[in-house]
C-alpha cells in the first residue's frame, strides 16, 4: 500500500507542478491554458484521492477518498473535451455553446456527488478489515457516473478526429500524437476505474492514474517535437523540478542511512537525536538546492532546446548589432538577418514610415503602403499594449488578417519610441514547426531596444542629411566667393593701376605750378603786393598738400602691387626736419598754431629712404596742426636716445578715442572725431607712416587722450 501510495503521490505532484507552470509561463491563449491547469489539476486531485483511498481503513474514510477522486473524474473528462475543443477547433458558436453545457453539467454533478448521502460507496455496509476486492457499491449512482465520463471521453475523441480532418499537416501531427497518448493511456483506465469498480473491485484503481502519465507524456512529446500548445519551457521546467525532487530525495535518504549507521549504530528513535539529524540534513539540502537546481536546468534547456538558439546569446547578438551599427539600412539588414536565421523565419522586413522597407530577407517581397500601416498601428492601439506584437492567427480585423495572408506574415510588432511611432517589423511564416511563446517572449524583449536604436539611426540620418545640405550650401558659397574674389582682385588692380598711373601723371602739373608759385614769391617773376603774397602762400601751401596725398596714394598702391620700396642713403635727418618745418609754417600760422621746435646737437647722420621718412614726419606734423586746438602749442622734438633716434611730435588738441586706438594704423581708418574736425582726410596717413618705420626696423610712438591730445612718433636704430 505504501508504494502505491507513494506513486500516486509522485502521479499528483508530477500533474500539479505542469499545469502550475503552463498557467505561469504561457501568455498567450491564457483561457486555454486555463482548462489544460484544471485538466492537470483533477489529474492531481483524482491521484490524492486515490492515495487516500487506498490507505484508508473504515467505511467513513472510503467515502470521503471516494467523493474526492470521483470529483475529480466529473470535472476531468469534460474539462479535456473542453480544453480540446479550444486547442484544436475554431471557436465558433456551437463550440461556445457545448463550453457552456459541458462546464455546467460537471458542476451540477460534482455537487451531486459531495452532498449525495452514500454516493457511490455504501460506506455503511463495508466491514474491518477493508476488502479492496469486495466493495459494496450504489449501483444507480454508478451507472449515471459511468454514462457520463464515458459520453464525455466519446465526445474528446470526436472532437480529436474532426480537428485531425481539418488540419494541416503540423497540426494534423499535433492532434494524432495528442489523441493517440489520450486513448493508449484510457485503456488500462476503463478497466481498472469502470469496469472493475462496477464489480467492486477498487483494488486496482491506483492504474488509472499512473496509466494518464503516458497521456502526460504524449504531450510533452508533442510539446518538444510539434510545439502543441506551446509551453515548452513549462515542461522543461516541469521535468526539471521533478528530477531535482528526486535527487533532494535521494541525497536525503542516503545521507539519513549514512548518518544512522556511523553515528546511531543503526539505532534511530524519535527523540532529540532524530531531530538533530534533521536538522543537519536541512542545512545539507539547503547548500545542495541551488547547484543540483542550476545542472537541471542546463541539463533540460540542452534537451528541450536541442538544436535550436540560445536566449541569452540571441539578447546580446542583438544588442552588439544595435550598439556598433547606426547606419540605418546596415542596421535593418543585420537584425533581420539575424533573427530570420534564429527563429527560422522565412521573412523577416521592416516598414519605416516615410522611408519604406528596409531590411528585407527571404525571397517573398513585402510592399506595405502608408494605409497599410495605418490599419495595423489602429488595431494595435485597440487590442494591445506596447511590446505585445500582433500574430495573424489571433487578428479579429477580417480585412488586417487577410492583409497578413496575402503578405504570408506571421508576426507584426509595432516598434514605439516615447509613444512615438518608429516603425513595424514583420516576421514570415515560420519554416519548420511554428513560433513557439519563447520566441515571441524574445521579439518582445528587443523591441523597445530596436525602437530606440532606429530612432537613432533616423535621427543620424537627419544629422547627415543636414550636413550634407549645410557642405552644398557652403561649397555654392564658397565658389560664389571665389568667383567674387576673382573679380575683386582684377577690380583692385584695375584700382591701383589707375591710382599709379593717376598719381604719375598729377605729380607732373602739380610740380609745374608749384615751381610758379615758388618763383612769383621769391620775385622772380616781379613785384607782388603783400595781399597778394598771402593767396599765393595759401595756394603754394594747397599744392604741397596735393603733392603729399598724390604721394601717399602712390605708396599705398605700390605696397598693394609689391613694388614698394626702401632705397635708403646717408641723410642729416635733423636737417630734413627743419625743412619742413619751415614749409608748415605758413599752415601753422594759418590755424594759430605755435609750432616749437627741439633738436638734440649731436643728431648723427642715417641711412634710410629720405623721401619717405620726410613724407611721415610732414604727415604727422600736419596732422597735430590742422587737429591742435588755436592758440595752443604743436612740440616737435628729435633727440639721441641710445642707440635709437627717437622723433616725436605732441599736440594738446581732440585726441583719440580708446575704443578706437587699436585700429588707428589701419588702411583708411579714422576716428569719429577726426572726420568731424577734418571732413576731407583719407585715413592713409599713418598707416603708411607705420609700413614706412616697419620697413627701416624701426618703432612707433603713440600715447593718446580724448580731448587733451596725442604724441605721434618713431624710433629708427643708428647704425
Known sequence: MMSRALVLGMVALMALILGMLVLKKSKRHYDTKQWFFLVCLCLAVWSAGLEMFSLADNGAALDIASRWFYVAS??????????????????????????????????????????????????????????????????VNYIVFATFFSVFFLVVMWFGYVAWRKSDTIRRKQVAI??????????????????LPALGDY???????????????AIMYSIVKYRLMDVKTAVARSVSYMLLLIALAVVYIISAYVISIVIFQRTLTIDSRLNFMNMVLAILLAFLYQPIKRFFNKLTDRVFYYGEYDADTFAREISKILTYTVD????????????????????????????????????????VVEEDVRRIMDYYYKNCSFPEVILANQVKDPELKKLLDIHRTKIVIPLLHQNQETGILFLGEHKSLGYSSRDIEMLESISGELAVSIRNSLSMEEINELNKSLQR?????????????????????????????????????????????????EGDLGKISPTQRAVLREAFSSSERMVRLINDFLNVSR??????????????????????????????????????????????????????IRQVMLNMIDNAIYYSNPHKKVVITLKSSGKMIEFSVKDSGIGVPKSEQANLFGKFFRGTN???????????????????????????????????????GFKLPVR
Open 74 to 139: 466529473a470535472v476531468f473528462c469534460p474539462a479535456l473535451a473542453i480544453f480540446t475543443a479550444k486547442s484544436f477547433l475554431p471557436l465558433t458558436k456551437s463550440v461556445r455553446s457545448f463550453i457552456f453545457i459541458s462546464s455546467s453539467l460537471f458542476i451540477v454533478l460534482s455537487i451531486y456527488i459531495i452532498l449525495a448521502p452514500e454516493f457511490i460507496i455504501n460506506a455503511s455496509e463495508i466491514t474491518t478489515p477493508v476488502d479492496f476486492s469486495q466493495i459494496p457499491i450504489n449501483a
Open 178 to 195: 495528442y489523441m493517440t497518448g489520450l486513448l493508449v493511456s484510457s485503456i488500462p483506465g476503463f478497466v481498472v476505474d469502470l469496469l
Open 203 to 217: 483494488r486496482y484503481v491506483w492504474v488509472g492514474p499512473v496509466a494518464i502519465i503516458l497521456f502526460l507524456f
Open 328 to 367: 540605418l539600412q546596415l542596421l535593418t539588414r543585420r537584425v533581420g538577418n539575424y533573427i530570420a536565421s534564429s527563429l527560422k523565419a522565412e521573412k523577416v522586413a521592416f516598414c519605416i514610415p516615410e522611408k519604406g522597407i528596409y531590411g528585407r530577407t527571404g525571397r517573398r517581397r513585402l510592399s
Open 473 to 521: 550650401r557652403i561649397d555654392e558659397a564658397t565658389k560664389e566667393l571665389r568667383f567674387s574674389n576673382r573679380q575683386l582682385q582684377r577690380l583692385d588692380e584695375a584700382k591701383n593701376e589707375f591710382i599709379s598711373m593717376a598719381s604719375h601723371q598729377l605729380r607732373t602739373p602739380l610740380t609745374s605750378i608749384k615751381g610758379y608759385l615758388d618763383m612769383m614769391l
Open 559 to 612: 605696397l598693394q602691387t609689391g613694388k614698394f620700396t626702401i632705397d635708403k642713403q646717408s641723410v642729416d635727418i635733423a636737417q630734413i626736419l627743419r625743412d619742413e618745418v619751415s614749409l608748415l609754417k605758413v599752415v601753422a600760422d594759418q590755424r594759430s598754431v605755435e609750432m616749437v621746435l627741439k633738436i638734440d646737437k649731436k643728431i648723427p647722420s642715417l641711412a634710410f629712404d629720405s623721401e619717405k
Open 674 to 712: 577726426a572726420k568731424k574736425r577734418r571732413p576731407d582726410g583719407t585715413g592713409v596717413g599713418l598707416f603708411l607712416a607705420k609700413k614706412v618705420i616697419l620697413s627701416h626696423d624701426g618703432e612707433m610712438i603713440f600715447e593718446s587722450e580724448e580731448g587733451k591730445g596725442s604724441t605721434f
